[in-house]
């Protein structure tokens, strides 16, 4: 298992080991022990440069993925899963908006951008966000994160 932590904007977010910790548990409970993946923190800024680049959505969203078991090369490195991108400052609105702490956030977002990398997609239609939500709750419970959503 290789997991590499990026923070290139500060906020309040778990520390780098407790992160490993919650991304191992994650990746074990999805049966994807020897994964590997990057986790990189932003501000809203380089955030909504990188969604109106993927998705054509220039505003600021909270987690992108960026699965690297898709496309042309998926086989070239079957052991990696892909990128998680987190922006700290929407992260941080969400959670007092939410009523919680900026770390329960990260561990929600990065369970959402987790299943995303694991292949699920909540814009598919219903039944799919409702196997994905599944997902999610199945890697935060493992994470060690028991709240409810």
């Not at 080991?17 to 990189?40: C, F, K, V, Y």
């Not at 909504?48 to 960026?66: C, E, I, S």
């Amino acid at each position: 298992m290789r997991i590499q932590i990026q923070k290139r904007r500060k906020g309040q977010t778990p520390s780098v080991a407790d992160l490993r910790l919650s991304l191992q548990r994650m990746l074990t409970a999805a049966g994807e022990p020897d994964a590997e993946l990057s986790i990189t923190f932003i501000g809203d800024e380089q955030m909504a440069l990188l969604n109106g680049q993927y998705r054509g959505k220039n505003h600021p969203t909270d987690v992108l993925a960026f699965p690297q078991r898709e496309g042309e090369f998926s086989e070239v490195v079957p052991s990696m899963l892909g990128d998680v991108v987190i922006s700290v400052d929407t992260a941080t609105r969400q959670a007092g908006e939410a009523g919680h702490t900026v770390e329960r956030e990260v561990e929600v977002l990065l369970a959402h951008g987790l299943a995303h990398l694991l292949g699920y997609d909540h814009e598919l239609g219903p039944s799919e966000a409702r196997t994905m939500k599944r997902m999610e709750k199945k890697l935060l419970t493992a994470s060690g994160d028991n709240a409810d959503e």
